[in-house]
C-alpha cells in the first residue's frame, strides 16, 4: 500500500461510495449472504483491487460489503497483522473487566 492508498480511504468520495454500498447491501456480509448465513458488516470489499483499477475505487458495481472474515480470506496477506489485533483486542478487554472489578469493589 502506498500514500495514493491510504489518503484515498479518507476522501469523501470513497466516504459516500461506501456508505452506499453499506445501505444497498443492508449491512449485510455479501460472502455469507451467499451461503445463506445472515452476518452483519461494516467493511466495504473492493471486488478488483484498488492496485489493479484505481478507476473503479468508487464503481458500486466494484464495491461489497464483507464480515472481517471474509475479508481476511480475501486478504491473506493481512491475515498476520489482524490476528495480532484481535490479540491486542483481547487483552484491552482484560483490562476493561479488572478496573470494572477494582470500580465495585472501592464502591463497598
Ligand atoms: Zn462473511
Ligand atoms: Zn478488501
Redesign the pocket.
Known sequence: MTDKYIRFYHTKAWQSARKLALVRDHYLCQECLREGIITYARIV??IIPLRDNWSKRCDLDNLET?CPEH?NQ??PEKATSNKQEAKHLHAQKKRADVFVFHANHELK
Open positions: 470489499h473492493h464483507i475479508h480475501d486478504h
